[in-house]
Antibody
């Protein structure tokens, strides 16, 4: 069974940093594109970033370019999202999802507030 | 960037109704279009990929059609468990935006 478990969310102040992790199991992680998608409270879904199987290509939505970095460790079946210079508008549930968006984690809540 | 526009934003229907949700892309995305269902407090669930392909395990009352810029999701006979929010998403070119969502209510 495919399983994705996000962690690392929490309450931070504007301008601070946070690192999200996603532990993957039940499939061949190293062969899958991976993505992060977020959802602000009461709002719709927003695609954030994705990363190629070997980490050689990464893409971001404009609103996080230069502030967020997606990465992966295929040896540990893990996906990461390093978030810096956080803003109130980054407050959301962050989901980890596989290539093709067939499997999703339960999400981790990031709250940016003073 | 490609923009996705969904309509309607909300829809009232009854069990047994046939329902259609539309999604329009700002430029051709060929058939690179996904549909998702999301229930409150849960992660999205992939229903349809590549515009018309039913994801494994999804009931056959769900169907998708379209290509280019105009797409539809149809639920042939609404069941109680289908009341949820539905999103389209283009997967042709990054970034991969979602539509704004359609809330299907009783």
């Amino acid at each position: 069974e495919v399983q994705l478990v996000e962690s690392g969310g929490g309450l931070v102040q504007p301008g601070e940093s946070l690192r999200l992790s996603c532990a993957a199991s039940g499939f061949t992680f190293s062969r899958s594109y991976m993505s992060w998608v977020r959802q602000a409270p009461g709002k719709g879904l927003e695609w954030v970033a994705n990363i190629k199987q070997d980490g050689s290509e990464k893409y971001y939505v404009d609103s996080v370019k230069g502030r967020f970095t997606i990465s992966r460790d295929n040896a540990k079946n893990s996906l990461f999202l390093q978030m810096s210079s956080l803003r109130a508008e980054d407050t959301a549930v962050y989901y980890c999802t596989t290539g093709g968006y067939r499997a999703w984690g339960q999400g981790t809540l990031v709250t940016v507030s003073s | 960037d490609i923009q996705m526009t969904q309509s309607p934003s909300s829809l009232s229907a009854s069990v047994g109704d046939r329902v259609t949700i539309t999604c329009r892309a700002s430029q051709s995305i060929f058939n690179f279009l996904n549909w998702y269902q999301q229930k409150p407090g849960k992660a999205p669930k992939l229903l349809i990929f590549d515009a018309s392909n039913l994801q494994s395990g999804v009931p056959s009352r769900f169907s998708g059609s379209g290509s280019g810029t105009d797409f539809t999701l149809t639920i042939s006979s609404l069941q109680p468990e289908d009341f949820a929010t539905y999103y389209c998403q283009q997967s042709y070119r990054t970034p991969y935006p979602f539509g704004q969502g359609t809330k299907l209510e009783i």
